[in-house]
């Protein structure tokens, strides 16, 4: 890739990297703080923006360096790597699990309020991340390429590609680890549509203000689903290069086209937080909270400061009336005393 290209790339990367942190801080702490978003399926888009948030802040920074532009250890380069694919992982994970949430609810809404408690959230939140771990981490205990370094050269120049195989990435990854839970989570929401729109047209709602309830709820895995779409249009073009470049070598996929596809699946953890403001009320509410909260904090601020600035002119001002009354005294002493 020439200079120009490379120094674009890297600009991109920042700020995607920027709108990944920032964004996704604002969906933890808008969940963090407004009660109306203590339902499950939150806490495990919690999981999902904390997975984009530490792409924000690990794996981008850290793709930009395993791109050529930095000389380590083999093993060192392997770990790095390794991260990107466990956050990868972590995402996908988290999705299924919102997914999964949402059709529990639906198909026995009163069973799942009664059933479903924090512990069990915590525990699948874990497990979201665990599995995440130990897909991610395989090439550290085997699944790897050669390691080249000697002696006498220690350091190799710091690539995904010269540390992972494409056999782990388009045999296991892609075709194990990607797809059959896309496909898993497209089935769910597909069911979850049917089963919405059935209760709709019965309008049984099973005691519960049925229209309503359902109607929220075919909105809210509306949104949900667009993420998972999302997912989808910004993972598989680079997964799909990769197969096309593991098992037909006649075919040479542009180097720019990679960088193009590691763009666009970086972006999709900068999205996801726009989707969000646009799509769901509750968090669009918590959202304007928060920003409210941090422009009244700022005016208070300000007012306080210019407060203190007309207290401090005013006291000044007392300083000066007092020591002209003061003068006049001093001289006539000193006048009687001649």
């Known amino acids: 890739m020439a200079d120009g290209e490379k120094l674009i790339y890297t600009v991109l990367e920042v700020l995607i990297s920027v709108g990944c942190c920032l964004g996704n801080v604002l969906v933890i702490w808008a969940v963090w703080s407004s009660r109306a978003l203590r339902q499950t399926t939150f806490c495990f888009v919690v999981s999902l923006a904390v997975a984009d948030l530490l792409v924000g802040l690990v794996a981008v920074p850290l793709a930009v360096l395993v791109d050529g532009r930095l000389k ?29 949430d949402r059709y529990l609810r639906v198909y026995n809404p009163l069973r799942y309020r009664g059933a479903v408690k924090k512990q069990h959230l915590w525990i699948a939140v874990t497990v979201c991340w665990l599995s995440a771990a130990i897909l991610g981490l395989i090439p550290m205990f085997g699944w790897h390429k050669e390691n080249t370094t000697t002696s006498e050269n220690s350091t190799i120049t710091c690539e995904f590609i010269s540390v992972i195989p494409m ?24 069911l979850i549509f049917t089963m919405i729109s059935k209760q709709l ?34 993972w598989l073009p680079l997964h799909i290069m990769n197969a096309l470049n593991y098992y037909y070598t006649n075919i040479e996929v542009p180097v720019l086209a990679f960088h193009i596809g590691i763009l666009l699946s970086h972006f999709n953890s900068a999205v996801n937080p726009i989707v969000y403001a646009f799509k769901v009320p509750k968090i669009r509410m918590a959202y304007k909270s928060i920003l409210m909260k941090l422009t009244s904090s700022e005016q208070k601020a300000e007012q306080s400061s210019q407060t203190w600035d007309n207290n401090g002119s005013t006291n000044s001002n007392n300083t000066a009336r007092c020591t002209m009354k003061i003068k006049p005294q001093v001289n006539l002493t000193v006048n009687q005393d001649h």
Not at 74 to 83: E, R, T, V, W
Not at 169 to 187: D, E, H, K, Q, Y
Not at 211 to 234: D, G, I, M, P, W
Request: hydrophobic letters at 55%; glycine letters at 4%.
């Open 72 to 100: 380590t250890s083999f093993h060192s380069c392997l770990i790095i790597s390794c991260l990107v694919l466990v956050l990868t992982q972590a995402s996908v994970h988290s999705l299924l699990a919102i997914a999964v």
């Open 167 to 190: 056999s782990y990435m388009v045999n296991f990854i892609f075709f194990a680890c990607l797809l059959p839970p896309t496909f898993i989570m497209m089935l769910i929401y597909l």
């Open 201 to 234: 047209r019965k309008g049984v709602g099973r005691g519960m203000a049925p229209n309503s309830f359902y109607q929220k709820e075919q909105k809210l895995a509306t949104s949900l689903a667009l993420v998972l779409v999302l997912f989808a249009v910004c």
